[in-house]
């Protein structure tokens, strides 16, 4: 089993060179200078590395179970979530009026590369955790915010996001969970499903968040509304006293994630859960969505983090297995001396690089969305918006390939549970399917993102790239400038094709959907991998040798992962007629 | 839990008109006819389906285990075992002469596409049993045939093969375990790992085929031969009598085929285990090599088979599961109606009958490669070898993309391992691995293949290709012809390119290794997917729906997987240099 290591340079590189955290200056009262945030993410390394990452393949084989219906967890993750919680990490970029610290979210992406990457299984409860905490800071009365915030950012008392029913998945305006008012509370009837963290013994309460119908609510998305149902029922003090009427049912059996409770959780089995309103009546959906671009960035960061996690464990394994000669002949090879197992390592590491440089302009342009003003924010929303199916769906379906070439860069050993590789692909395999199915990515981004506003956002991002490149293109980095704006030209093209589609037909559009998705990814990665080799070589922090070590990941990159782009180009512009022709019956030879 | 149906139609079709069995007619003392082929498969179909598909997820989640140095296997699996041997199915292409029914190979593929596809695990026994007896068959004495060719024929004994060793996985050259001469026998003493079904209690003894290195012998590959240690060694009447000293010391734990036992074998813990040695000495790995085609094809086929296995699960789900409205928004909508998982599904499909016509041409072209003789049989030595390296490869890669695009159309439940579909993609992801991993497998299309004959080889099969392919140009399928023909002119380039850098640098240029397979798999996957619907146009027995059908398959593949080929031609005609840079210390950032 290899070590994580937290590999704070390349985040800090990310987060300055490439995200520009200064963008954010003008906006901060305490802007995060360099050496607080170094201090902040060496410490979170720490944590990641010390105390999370130890019980990652403990937690995926011991995993967790129902016992008088109660989950208990996997061992040491109750004194690991203490840990976590007693540094003050929940609240990092909380509200400082209930005990947060008030950081941009950027820093805590950054720590939570660190925690997912150590044990994605244990980093989804705190992730869901703030999922609740956004939504009541958002939503909530002040009295509810008062009661709860402070608890929840000091990591005594967990959250849950409660939304899946048996028969609402991706489609959430089937909703049928109830909710009736009962003097100043409500009572929440039903049974949710694929519950992260449900249940656990690692925190004095639990405080859910659920999606429910009131009685006379229009059908559809527009008549469910959200409401905290705590497992314990305060008293006068906002002390946990009464168990609540909800109850955890059963734990999935899963593929990966193990240690992560995945659970049913039933409400209002005897006298019906007592509930309180977050928001308006029948307004829940909405405010899901504005919590939608943190959570959606989130599962992406999840991708980039197992990524690494996964690189880093085939890099240190294949520098130690031996197995056939080196190019002279001489002596017995580690198996990174082959040129095939280099490639495999390069598709992992140009990919990842990518994808961190992706993940931290994303959170800068979320920050910039929150803290800017009139048009900068206005622009901040809408690019925010556009990254964020990109960073969720495109990521997570690399982080599919990489995981998988961790495994197969050990060759046997990879199939081997003990080896703890395969556990990285299993564990990653979730990451296409929750917080919105890749699918669901690329409508949005085909429809809510680019059909709703006849592309003038997109057409604002590609504008973006095109000049960047064009003042890369008299500069040391020409020659991959050259390379992207080959593929940024077929783009725009295959935009326009999209468009064309959208408004034509925007439910049969949507079957390019997927690949435009992939295409913005790969182009998007590029454009920040030359953006990335702009900087290092230009960064006096930097040796030589980690200079080259960026101009091999980007050069490898753009002969080798861009060079993809090119047949979703070809996908969109010469393959519509073909998917819009399908239907059920051609399965049925 | 789906059911699964062996695609009898399609396997027939591929058979036929595909892979034009006929061509072996003139070679056949007894030629299959029509009758014979569909009776026989209509009965292996019964038997995967209704005898060995039952135990695949129950087997899935028993697993095997050793109790008193024993393995005991899943529940059923003996039975289905007995049932598979009793219908003849081992010796279905085995010799005559020691009890086998000498139909050609193909044959005996198309019943293993079924009873890989209902369950993997099990279908390796009665794979590595065929494995061993072919090797007896090609280089044993005619005593060792006599003795063990007619039990094992009759799935009464099954075999195993011992090649790896914790030092020596692609390395077979530091095979290490030690053979010395006592009397008539050998004393075999070592440690084999990865021995797939090393031990089982479902035959009345398990041959081993074991590589081992005499006294003496040259290092290297030129140095090993090959033993039969059966478990139990025969009496005078040829009956299983004395237990051989042969241990299995443990069974692995793994991501998937977990009712596979894969044993570490401990060989001459005591006395020495008794060996008989097959073939000559030192030549082992030549017996070896003989077998290779049919073994690499054979996890070609696995792959084929499980993607198969997963899409039918997927398509079934596709149909049942209601998400979202129908396009007319009338109406609650299965989600095949989404344009994108209708783009999913045939994603899959598309892929899965290009691979299947592979596999059946390949099938074909291996039987024709023992049966003909003179120029013919060179030339199909020559594109069996060829044919091989794209068969494991390609296939094996696709069936990673399948199976995982198969638990994603079935959203959080693929998840769950209850749901059953997360079983094939756990149970897929060996295949790129085992029987020399698929950057093996490039290495070995590229280098024995494609450098060491200058090309020959490929550039017949590019030529056959076009010349087929310009026939169709003026025919009904003249569009999709016109597609294939367009990617093969440049994979004709990028097959100079390969022979180029293979002639400077046999070393670095097995950096393009993978994308030239990868390339290669595509576009012979596109020029089969052409003929099949040119003879499906042609072919009175199918009817306009299944025509139809084989038209949207096509047209698919050609519009959004074909393009594919794009980004490897893109990766090999401009991105040698940037993988021939590469080298350990660009890692170290």
């Known amino acids: 089993m290899s070590e994580y290591l937290y590999p704070i340079n390349d985040i800090l590189f990310s987060l300055r060179s490439v995200a520009k955290t200064e963008r954010l200056t003008p906006y901060l009262e305490d802007s995060v200078d360099n050496d607080l945030l170094e201090a902040i993410l060496g410490e979170a390394g720490k944590l990641a590395e010390q105390v999370i990452a130890p019980i990652n393949a403990s937690g995926d084989k011991e995993g967790s179970r129902v016992e008088n219906g109660e989950v208990i967890e996997a ?34 992406t950054a720590v939570n590369e660190g925690v997912q990457a150590a044990n994605l299984a244990f980093s989804l409860c705190p992730l869901l955790s703030l999922g609740a905490i956004e939504a009541i800071s958002l939503h909530a009365s002040a009295e509810l915010k008062n009661l709860y915030l402070p608890k929840m950012l000091a990591g005594e008392w967990a959250g849950t996001m409660n939304l899946t029913e048996p028969a609402a998945g991706s489609d959430l305006a089937a909703i049928a969970c109830k909710a009736t008012a009962d003097g100043d509370v409500f009572r929440i009837k039903g049974q949710k499903i694929f519950i992260t963290w449900g249940d656990h013994q690692m925190s004095d309460n639990i405080i859910h968040l659920v999606l429910a119908r009131l009685p006379n609510a229009p059908d559809g998305v527009k008549g469910i509304s959200l409401f905290i149902v705590p497992k314990f029922i305060l008293d006068d003090l906002g002390k946990p006293a009464h168990r609540n009427d909800v109850q955890v049912v059963s734990v999935e059996h899963k593929m990966g994630i193990h240690a992560s409770p995945t659970c049913v959780m039933s409400f209002g089995d005897k006298e019906g859960a007592v509930g309180y309103l977050v928001g308006q009546e029948n307004e829940g959906i909405k405010a899901m969505f504005t919590m939608m671009n943190n959570a959606r960035q989130g599962v992406g960061l999840q991708g980039l983090a197992i990524s690494e996690r996964a690189y880093q464990q085939a890099l240190a394994y294949a520098k130690e297995r031996k197995q056939g000669m080196n190019a002279e002949r001489t002596a017995r090879a580690a198996i990174i001396e082959h040129p095939d197992v280099l490639r495999m390592l ?3 590491k140009s ?21 800017a003003s009139g048009d900068d924010k206005k622009h901040a929303i809408a690019r925010t918006a556009l990254y964020t199916p990109i960073v969720k769906g495109w990521i997570t379906e690399q982080a599919q390939e990489i995981t998988s070439l961790a495994v197969q860069v050990h060759g046997g050993m990879g199939f081997i549970e003990e080896t703890g590789v395969a556990q990285h692909a299993r564990d990653a395999r979730i990451l296409p399917i929750y917080e919105g199915t890749n699918g669901i990515q690329a409508i949005d981004l085909i429809g809510r993102k680019l059909h709703s506003d006849k592309g003038a956002a997109m057409m604002s991002l590609l504008a973006d790239i095109e000049a960047e490149v064009a003042e890369w293109q008299t500069s040391s980095v020409s020659a991959y400038a050259d390379k992207v704006k080959a593929v940024l030209d ?10 064309t589609a959208m408004q034509k037909n925007p439910v049969l559009g949507t079957g390019l959907a997927y690949s435009y998705m992939m295409l913005m990814g790969y182009l ?19 040796d030589e040798s980690q200079k080259s070590s960026w101009e091999h990941s980007v050069a490898f990159y753009c002969d080798h992962v861009l060079p993809r782009a090119l ?21 049925n030879r």
């Open 524 to 542: 998007v990665g590029a454009w920040l991998q030359v953006r990335a080799l702009h900087a290092a070589q230009n960064d006096e922090k930097l």
């Open 346 to 348: 390069m598709t992992m």
């Open 567 to 587: 047949g979703h180009i070809h996908s969109i512009m010469f393959g519509s007629t073909t998917v819009d022709n399908l239907n059920k019956n051609v399965f």
């Open 490 to 499: 077929q783009a725009k093209m295959a935009t326009e094709t999209c468009l």
């Open 75 to 108: 061992k040491g993750f109750k004194e690991a979530f203490k840990a976590y919680s007693e540094g003050g990490w929940i609240g990092l970029s909380g509200d400082p009026e209930y005990g947060g610290q008030g950081l941009p979210s950027y820093v805590a």
């Open 351 to 371: 990919q990842i690089d990518a994808m961190r440089s992706l993940i931290y302009v994303a959170a800068v342009e979320n920050d910039m969305s929150h803290l």
